[in-house]
């Protein structure tokens, strides 16, 4: 087996019954929610897929013969997922190095989060490794397989968690910034959730953003700051919408909110960027890329980059101050650098320029709307 080689094993063979429908084959981003798994996990280098069947075996198994993984049939499933565990890991060999266990109802969980999971694995010498987000443990474990002789000897009693109960002096958390580790597909209303949040899965919920900021270690200070910019962000934008704008107020919202998230690095407008594309927020790293300096288009529509451009200006620490008062704090402490100077008034006017436009879209001023 090459080093640190780890094992998918996704259950898929449960009833479905709470939610009317069979969950494995429900679509979900133009593919099947199994299809949706097993594919996740081939994107974060698992090479060793297995997928445990159940009920509608044989559905399950074609789905899983078109991905080209392992399908693995547990005569027991209707004893509870317990017995799908234990049929998972049934040929797995005493030197796997690991394995994660993902129920197939929960399917939105993000790339990052299994490589993190992978990489303290690598880094670390625990028996399970937990996503946690925001301090709350989900799915999927990454279980080392020094257990896997446990597992196959275990009488079930209590399912999976209770379990793994016996090693949690041995367990760790991994902090995630994936809301998603902690949502399943159960009920009807769930699947609807889960469907709306597909459409907007690179998009960070707010409380992803808290979590990325505490991620990056950022001052209370700087997330004063940012929530202060997002909060007059999304007023902008609630505005600009009611004069007829077509702004994604929940993409500037989050944008807004992680603005600064790189605001300890000597170039944080670009390295803020860089961290938010590896975490496949690429929308929201655009946007910014720009909030420093944003070049005002006349012809063209008002943008969610140019709200939070010009929300970010009027607010010093998390106050809103308006423009001129911070301008004139910058030109006051940088007075000895003529060059620095210029650059200020440069993006001064720029801004100027984005208020004055915007003002004139919402048919007042920013001070009216505060």
């Known amino acids: 087996m090459e080093e640190q080689a780890f094992t998918a094993i996704i259950l898929s063979a449960g009833l479905s019954s709470r939610i009317g429908d069979f969950k494995p084959l429900l679509p979900l981003g133009g593919k099947l929610l199994l299809e949706h798994v097993i594919d996740l996990y081939r994107s974060a280098g698992i090479k060793d897929i297995r997928v445990v069947t159940g009920f509608r075996a044989a559905d399950v198994t074609v789905i899983a013969g078109r991905r080209g993984v392992k399908p693995i049939f547990n005569p027991d499933f209707a004893q509870g997922m317990f017995s799908s565990v234990i049929a998972g890991v049934s040929d797995l060999l ?5 394995f994660f266990i993902n129920p197939v109802d929960i399917p939105l969980v993000r790339r990052r989060t299994l490589m993190d999971l992978q990489n303290s694995f690598k880094t670390g010498k625990r028996s399970v490794y937990y996503p946690a987000f925001l301090g709350t443990r989900g799915h999927p474990p990454l279980i080392s397989g020094m257990l896997v002789n446990a597992l196959k000897t ?79 962000a999304g ?7 009611a004069a007829g704008c077509r702004l994604d107020i929940e993409l500037t919202v ?11 690095y000597s170039n944080h407008a670009a390295e803020g960027p860089r961290i938010l594309r590896e975490m496949a927020f690429s929308r929201i790293a655009d946007i910014v890329e720009v909030h420093m300096d944003y070049t005002v288009e006349k012809e063209s529509p008002v943008t969610e980059a140019e709200v939070v451009f010009l929300a970010d200006k009027w607010i010093q620490e998390d106050r809103k101050v308006g423009m001129e008062e911070r301008f004139q704090s910058k030109l006051r402490k940088y007075s000895a650098d003529p060059e620095a100077c210029r650059e200020i008034r440069r993006r001064l006017d720029n801004a100027l320029k984005a208020q004055k436009r915007i003002e004139a879209v919402m048919g007042f001023t920013i001070l009216e709307l505060l």
């Open 94 to 98: 005493e030197d796997c190095d690991g």
């Open 254 to 264: 989050s944008a807004a909110l992680v603005h600064d998230l790189a605001k300890s």
């Open 154 to 232: 275990a009488t079930g009693q209590g399912g999976l968690r209770e379990f793994l109960k016996e090693y949690e002096s041995d367990a760790t958390d991994v902090p995630v910034v994936d809301q998603f580790i902690l949502k399943d597909i159960d009920m009807p209303a769930d699947y609807a959730w889960a469907l709306d949040r597909m459409d907007r899965y690179d998009i960070p919920s707010e409380a992803e953003c808290r979590a990325l900021m505490i991620r990056q270690s950022v001052s209370q200070k700087i997330i004063g700051h940012c929530m202060a910019v997002a909060d007059l």
């Open 235 to 241: 007023h902008m934008a609630k505005a600009l919408n």
